[in-house]
T-cell receptor, first 113, second 115 residues
Framework: AQSVTQLDSQVPVFEEAPVELRCNYS??????LFWYVQYPNQGLQLLLK??????LVKGINGFEAEFNKSQTSFHLRKPSVHISDTAEYFCAVSENSGYALNFGKGTSLLVTP | DAGVIQSPRHEVTEMGQEVTLRCKPI?????LFWYRQTMMRGLELLIY????????DSGMPEDRFSAKMPNASFSTLKIQPSEPRDSAVYFC?????????????FGSGTQLSVL
C-alpha cells in the first residue's frame, strides 16, 4: 500500500523568499507523483507531475519539484514566492492502477508582505 | 469550457435527512471521481466511474452512501440518512480517460454541514 506524508502542515514565508514544501511517500512499486494546489473556496488544480524521465519537473506558476527515488521524496520548490501563491498544496501518489490518487493531508502556504 | 460543475455549493441539513450532491463533468471526459475532504482525514477517494460504470467503490464509507452516473454528463452522490460525521467538502473530478498519470480536473466542491 502507498502513503504520502507532507511533513509541514503550515509554512509561513515572506514575499519574494524561496520556499520548499516537503513530500515523502512510501510504496513498494513504481509510482507517479503529483502536486496539486487548492486556492480558497476552489477545487484542486494540477501544478506538476512526474511520470518518468528527468527527475526535475517544472510546473505552472514558477514551481518545480525533484523526484528523489533513494529518499522517496518529491519536494516542491519556488525560488521567489508571491502573495498570490497563498494556498493549500497537496502531494499525491498513484501506483500501477493509475486512477487512484492517494493525497497527502496538505501544506498550507501563507505568503505575507 | 465551464469545467467541472458541482451543485449545490453549500448544503446545510439536519441529521437523518437525505442529501444529494450533483456533478457535471467536463464534456468528453470518460472518467469521474468523487472525493471527500475533511481536516482529520484529508482527501479520500470515494468512488471512481469509467464510461458511466462504477469501477472502484471501495472508498464509500458505508451503505448510507450511494453514487450513480446515469449518463456521461451527470453524476450524483447520495447520503441517506445523513449524520453529523458526514460533514465535509465533497469534490467531483473528471479526466479524459482515467489512464495512468492523467490530470484530474476538480469542481469547486460542495460544503456539506449536517447538524
Amino acid at each position: 500500500a502507498q502513503s504520502v506524508t507532507q511533513l509541514d502542515s503550515q509554512v509561513p514565508v515572506f514575499e519574494e523568499a524561496p520556499v520548499e514544501l516537503r513530500c515523502n511517500y512510501s510504496s513498494s512499486v513504481s509510482v507517479y507523483l503529483f502536486w496539486y494546489v487548492q486556492y480558497p473556496n476552489q477545487g484542486l488544480q494540477l501544478l506538476l507531475k512526474y511520470l518518468s524521465g528527468s527527475t526535475l519537473v517544472k510546473g505552472i506558476n514558477g514551481f518545480e519539484a525533484e523526484f528523489n527515488k533513494s529518499q522517496t521524496s518529491f519536494h516542491l520548490r519556488k525560488p521567489s514566492v508571491h502573495i498570490s501563491d497563498t494556498a493549500e498544496y497537496f502531494c499525491a501518489v498513484s501506483e500501477n492502477s493509475g486512477y487512484a490518487l492517494n493525497f497527502g493531508k496538505g501544506t498550507s502556504l501563507l505568503v505575507t508582505p | 469550457d465551464a469545467g467541472v460543475i458541482q451543485s449545490p455549493r453549500h448544503e446545510v441539513t439536519e441529521m437523518g435527512q437525505e442529501v444529494t450532491l450533483r456533478c457535471k463533468p467536463i464534456s468528453g471526459h470518460n472518467s469521474l471521481f468523487w472525493y471527500r475532504q475533511t481536516m482529520m482525514r484529508g482527501l479520500e477517494l470515494l468512488i471512481y466511474f469509467n464510461n458511466n460504470v462504477p469501477i472502484d467503490d471501495s472508498g464509500m464509507p458505508e451503505d448510507r452512501f450511494s453514487a450513480k452516473m446515469p449518463n456521461a454528463s451527470f453524476s450524483t452522490l447520495k447520503i441517506q440518512p445523513s449524520e453529523p460525521r458526514d460533514s465535509a467538502v465533497y469534490f467531483c473530478a473528471s479526466s479524459l480517460s482515467g489512464s495512468l498519470g492523467e490530470k484530474l480536473f476538480f469542481g469547486s466542491g460542495t460544503q456539506l454541514s449536517v447538524l
